[in-house]
């Protein structure tokens, strides 16, 4: 109770909050969902540029969000379904194996972000046509590396 007390003290005065906020920082759930998305983006981008895993681990753990890497996985999977040569697809799934396998993505951060993309399919299959045969690829290929489940692939919707 004394520690809540004097966090209020802290907080309610003059540019207190600005000071608490440099010495313990605003990161992990105090950004905007706004800024962690375009943060992802720039991550991924990067990543297709250089193919550095860990680089890319490591800026993904630096963000503070474990409860946010379902966006990491959508936004990964939708740049494979946007894409249209190999390197993409091959890259895409080469991250999310490291990524799931030092355990910074979650097998529920995982289910999240695929079941997202699951739902959104009829959308992006407007604008990217082939969606659906390039996403049922990706899948299988993701579940004979290990990265999800067979009730996830099952759920794979199809043409």
Not at 24 to 37: A, N
Not at 77 to 96: A, H, P, Q, W, Y
Not at 109 to 127: K, S
């Amino acid at each position: 109770r004394a520690a809540l007390d004097r966090a209020t003290v802290l907080l309610s005065m003059t540019k207190g909050g600005k000071r608490i906020d440099s010495v313990w920082g605003s990161g992990g759930g105090q950004q905007s969902v706004k800024h962690l998305v375009k943060e992802i983006d720039m991550l991924l981008k990067e990543y297709l540029l250089s193919g550095d895993v860990l680089e890319a681990e490591r800026c993904l753990q630096e963000l503070e969000v474990p409860h946010f890497h379902h966006e990491l996985v959508y936004e990964a999977i939708v740049l494979v379904l946007e894409s249209t040569g190999e390197k993409t697809f091959k890259m895409i799934l080469d991250l999310l194996k490291t990524l799931l396998r030092s355990s910074v993505i979650t097998v529920d951060q995982m289910r999240r972000g695929y079941e997202r993309v699951y739902c959104e399919i009829p959308d992006i299959n407007l604008d990217v046509p082939h969606s659906y045969s390039v996403l049922e690829r990706f899948v299988e290929e993701c579940f004979q590396a290990g990265i999800i489940s067979k009730p996830l692939r099952d759920l794979c919707p199809s043409r």
